[in-house]
């Protein structure tokens, strides 16, 4: 399996990401970018979430996007998530239209950003599926969070840098889900990812439910690497859609359970 790491030339987290990852493994320079093994590293020079279609230009079986995180309360964070929009393509990618999720190196890149942080104050989260770009191979973000500082803190870049190659070296097998409601930093999926065998490929908050249908569910569970079984639910976090969101999946014939169950 071939692994192929993007940061771009305007993104500071990116950067100190890139910076780690040639100062702590023996990446070696091949044309434009750098190769370790079966792992490229590129830098390109469009924001991380406007490289649509770089899986036409690049050969590599799943994509790592290493960007920063934004976010107006500054909260220190180290986040994941897969790409792909809901609705409109307000920050890149297409409309409605979402990457292959690849649900257990998810789960697998927050188990071990929470394990590689875990004596730092950062807010170790995955976050619900969101922005550009759009591309057909399987892909996901690693973010640093949430202010320039943050972004070029040299110890953000190293944790950032060495999970990602352990998680390509992990070859994680999970039961894949997808995630149905909370918020956009999905605190029960964080649960479900930290305490069960679940892995969840696509998460959809609940401010983004009001966009689904049963069309847009049954799309979404075409767009993991794995198959989906199950679809959890934070029932409380589905607010005024849950009588939709469970009409949809009964009409689509989809097994679906409560995430507070599945972590009793």
């Keep these: 399996m071939k692994f192929c790491i993007i940061v771009s030339k305007k993104d500071l987290a990116g950067l100190n990401i890139k910076k780690n990852l040639l100062k702590f493994f023996e990446f070696k320079k091949k044309e434009n970018f750098y190769i370790l093994d079966n792992i490229q590293l590129h830098t390109v020079e469009e924001e991380s979430f406007n490289c649509n279609n770089i899986d036409q230009k690049i050969n590599a079986d799943l994509f790592i996007f290493a960007t920063r995180h934004q976010s107006s309360k500054g909260v220190h964070s180290l986040s994941i998530h897969a790409p792909g929009n809901w609705s409109n393509a307000d920050l890149g990618g297409l409309p409605s239209k979402l990457c292959i999720a690849p649900a257990s190196y998810i789960k697998q890149g927050l188990i071990t950003l929470n394990k590689l942080a875990s004596h730092l104050n950062y807010e170790i989260t995955v976050e619900q599926t969101h922005h550009g770009p759009y591309i057909e191979k399987p892909c996901f973000f690693i973010e640093i969070g949430s202010n320039k500082k943050q972004w070029q803190d040299s110890k953000s870049g190293e944790i950032i840098a060495k999970a990602i190659i352990e998680i390509i070296k992990s070859k994680p097998n999970y039961k894949s889900t997808i995630f149905l409601g909370g918020g956009h ?8 990812l930290l305490n069960t065998n679940y892995a969840i490929g696509h998460i959809c908050a609940k401010h983004s439910l009001v966009d689904m249908n049963e ?13 989906i079984n199950l679809v959890i639910l934070d029932w409380k976090g589905l607010g005024k859609n849950k009588s939709k969101i469970i009409e949809i ?4 014939n989809l097994k679906y359970e409560r995430s507070k169950r599945l972590l009793n």
Excluded: C, P, V, W
């Design 185 to 192: 930093y999905n605190h029960q999926a964080n649960k479900i």
């Design 215 to 227: 069309e847009m569910l049954d799309y979404t569970i075409t767009r993991t690497s794995e198959k």
């Design 249 to 252: 999946l009964e009409k689509l």
